[in-house]
């Protein structure tokens, strides 16, 4: 049975990718900080649609320490995953010029930091398989810019960066690296954001569902995505750069 490690997995893009692998049969690592009913919740909904039973765990991604003992301990008790999921990520709507320390800590800490505390050993588990798959959840943020979200920005353009690079240091090994790009898509992020302002932006006139962005990270995910590799993927609905 294949298994899939899913960051940030208990709402939104998170939790409809979760349930996307496991209606294709992975035994999903359910990850979470808080939400634990939530998460429970996903792993209901996973098993009433006939998946396999998942699995939750919880750790805090802005605690390297805390993150990494808990992603050897999941290896070691449950083996390699085939896939990968780094979705996990938290943003502070703040201008720059009054963003505190703590708030950009806490964005950077999740966002970028959580891809080497989780991404390092998996990396290394993947490397001894010779194969794997791993797909990161960035931003169209990163990529035209948001005024209110510069950490957040920075964040997702990094993770972009790092994850172009890595495909490139273990494509020989079997493993694949890309990165989905989401726009405008239904979730909490998006709660209270003047939505009507930006559709104009978009081709297609509405937000994404985050049932629509999972589809493309089960893609790559599978093994009909074996030649891709390195490859940023935006899911915006034409959102114009």
Wanted: charged share 15%.
């Amino acid at each position: 049975m294949k298994q899939a490690l899913v960051t940030g997995a208990s709402r939104g893009i998170g939790a409809a990718t979760a349930l996307a692998l496991g209606a294709a049969g992975y035994r999903v690592w359910l990850h979470y900080r808080r939400q634990e009913a939530a998460a429970r919740s996903v792993a209901a909904a996973i098993l009433g649609a006939g998946g396999p039973e998942p699995h939750l765990v919880s750790f805090d991604l802005r605690d390297r320490q805390q993150t990494e003992a808990a992603t050897h301990t999941l290896l070691q008790e449950l083996g390699n995953p085939d896939a990968v999921v780094l979705n996990a990520g938290i943003s502070h709507n703040q201008l720059f010029a009054l963003m505190d320390d703590t708030q950009w800590d806490e964005v950077i800490g999740t966002n970028l930091n959580g891809f080497l505390a989780v991404g390092r050993p998996v990396v290394k588990a993947m490397v001894r398989q010779r194969r794997g798959r791993i797909v990161v959840v960035s931003s169209v943020a990163a990529q035209r810019g948001s005024a209110g979200q510069v950490a957040y920005a920075a964040s997702k353009g990094a993770l972009a960066s790092a994850a172009r690079s890595l495909a490139l240091e273990v494509a020989r090994l079997g493993i694949t690296v890309n990165v989905v790009s989401p726009g405008f898509i239904e979730t909490e992020m998006l709660a209270g954001a003047p939505v009507q302002a930006y559709l104009p932006l978009v081709p297609l006139r509405r937000v994404g569902q985050p049932s629509e962005v999972a589809h493309v990270i089960r893609y790559l995910c599978s093994d009909e995505a074996a030649f891709v590799t390195g490859q940023v993927i935006g899911v915006n609905g034409g959102l114009w750069m």
